[in-house]
């Protein structure tokens, strides 16, 4: 098979296409014939070793990834060669061949596009459990999002707008809220050319907002935490942005607010039947039409060092797939 793989951690650029065995399936994995691999912020962070997981080297870079079941090992009864597929598994997924814990492998509906499904489990499971698990974001209440045009951002506008909420959009460039727009956002924010905490209290007034997910940190954390109202919720996603922003604690005191961590995979993992619950209420939401991924470029497996490059210089809007 061909691997993306990371021989020592450096930047996306050290990666390299290698030639590698094809696996065989042990007890309880199946092998997948990858169509499309999902690109994301932490796979980035892992292959330049900044990130809280350092897989030992040398290791193939990618964390989830969509195609067909090609062999399945001892004691899998629910999946067959040939069935679509999606997984989610940390690394491996930057190949033409996916090893994967069976249970960590979802069906997908007859005809669903690989490239979609690809990109759905870590920004849009983080997005989902984020919204109902950790905010419980009900209808009518006001959801801002931050970073609104990246994957998991996009995500949560989404999601936001079919649990029924208000949304309201913040990025950094015309194009970006223009394409949170598209995707279901109430109103928009250029948080590059407005200041963020007046702009929200203009569309809020003294309610506040009820949520805030935040993908970015940095200096917007700050007045988006001051512009929550009496109850509210701060989810807090990464730090896109780059500095992990330090927030007074007299804060949350005084709104009576909650600052709630989200950690998508640590949840798939503990909770795995809340996690194929949320996986499953989302297919339906993208059969409706309600929710509609958004994949705005495709990359083959030698230029997926370019991918992430894109992705941490922030030049991607929605999400974007390496298809080996």
Known sequence: MRALVCQQFDQPEALTVLEQPDPTPGPGEVVMAVEAAGVNYP???MVMGQYQVRPPLPFVAGAEAAGTVAAVGEGVTHLRPGQSVVAFTGTGAFASHLVAPAAHVIPLPPGFPADV??????????ALHALIQRGQLHGGETLLVLGAAGGVGLAAVMIGKALGARVIAAASTPEKCAAASEHGADEVINYAEEDLRERLRALTGKDGVDVVFDPVGDRYAEPAFRSL???GRYLVIG??????PRLPLNLPLLKGSSLVGVFWGEFARREPKA???NMARLLGWIAEGQVRPLVSARYPLERGPEALRALLNRQVTGKVVITP
């Open 43 to 45: 796979d980035a962070l």
């Open 229 to 231: 109202g009496w109850n």
């Open 117 to 126: 499904a690809a990109t759905l489990p870590l920004a849009y499971g983080t």
């Open 275 to 277: 996690n194929a619950e």
């Open 239 to 244: 730090f896109a942005g780059g500095e992990i």
